[in-house]
């Protein structure tokens, strides 16, 4: 049973709007919630993490928020650019002290930024 | 350089063979990891460690064996290799914070 879940297998989204990537998990121990970019041929680099303690984060202009209750957070990218375009994962770890049993991943998202 | 390296990048190998994946870090830190990916499934754990005395089993360990010969080195062994093992392999490193940083991956197919 997959744990964390993103939904939306691939998403187009103009140059200049916003891209909001989408993802749920299931299991409530949860605590800790990463989200990576991956390119072609490279690894999965980190972009923006989130704490259960917190609701929101930002980092330029990435911003992830998270809804407990309702056990879904979202990835914003405002402006979207040309080199956004890549698959995003979701990954969840139930240890913030460092992810020591390793990250749940979701299965992705593929971005797709159009001129 | 690049903090997380793996070798060999690509590796093409038959059913049977014993193989191994090598991975080395300039980090620093003491936890590391090994995962899958496979298209469409995200990616998977298959071993992680803590430091060199410390291997735990994750996800889908079946198949794997690891050995952390240093804290900067951790190796993925597939003693027999079979086709289902055809995959995409990462390796990994975190500290306390919890972000993990990956290496380039291997691209491993066995026919």
């Known amino acids: 049973d997959q744990q964390v879940k993103q939904n939306s297998p691939s998403l187009s989204v103009q140059e200049g709007r916003i891209s909001i990537l989408n993802c749920d998990y299931t299991?409530?121990?949860?605590?800790?919630f990463l989200w990576y970019k991956k390119y072609p041929a490279e690894g999965p680099t980190f972009l923006i993490s989130?704490?259960?303690?917190?609701d929101k984060n930002e980092d330029g202009r990435f911003t992830v928020f998270l809804n407990k209750s309702a056990k879904h957070l979202s990835l914003h990218i405002v402006p979207s650019q040309p080199g956004d375009s890549a698959v995003y994962f979701c990954?969840?770890?139930?240890?913030?002290?460092?992810?020591?049993?390793?990250?749940?991943f979701g299965k992705g998202t593929h971005l797709i930024i159009q001129p | 350089d690049a903090d997380v390296t793996q070798t060999p990048r690509n590796r093409i190998t038959k059913t049977g063979k014993r193989i191994m994946l090598e991975c080395s870090q300039t980090?620093?830190?003491?936890?590391m990891y090994w995962y899958r990916q496979d298209p469409g499934l995200g990616l998977r754990l298959i071993y992680y460690?803590?430091?060199?005395?410390?291997?735990n089993k994750g996800e889908i360990s079946d198949g794997y064996s690891v050995s952390r010969q240093a804290q900067a080195k951790f190796s993925l062994s597939l003693e027999s290799a079979i086709p289902n093992q055809t995959a995409l392999y990462f390796c990994?490193?975190?500290?306390?914070?919890?972000?993990?940083?990956f290496g380039p991956g291997t691209r491993l197919t066995v026919t």
């Open positions: 990994a490193t975190s500290d306390y914070k919890g972000e993990q940083y």
């Open positions: 299991n409530s121990m949860f605590d800790y």
């Open positions: 989130i704490s259960s303690i917190k």
């Open positions: 990954a969840a770890s139930g240890d913030s002290g460092g992810g020591a049993d390793g990250l749940t």
């Open positions: 980090k620093g830190h003491d936890r």
């Open positions: 460690s803590f430091d060199v005395k410390d291997i």
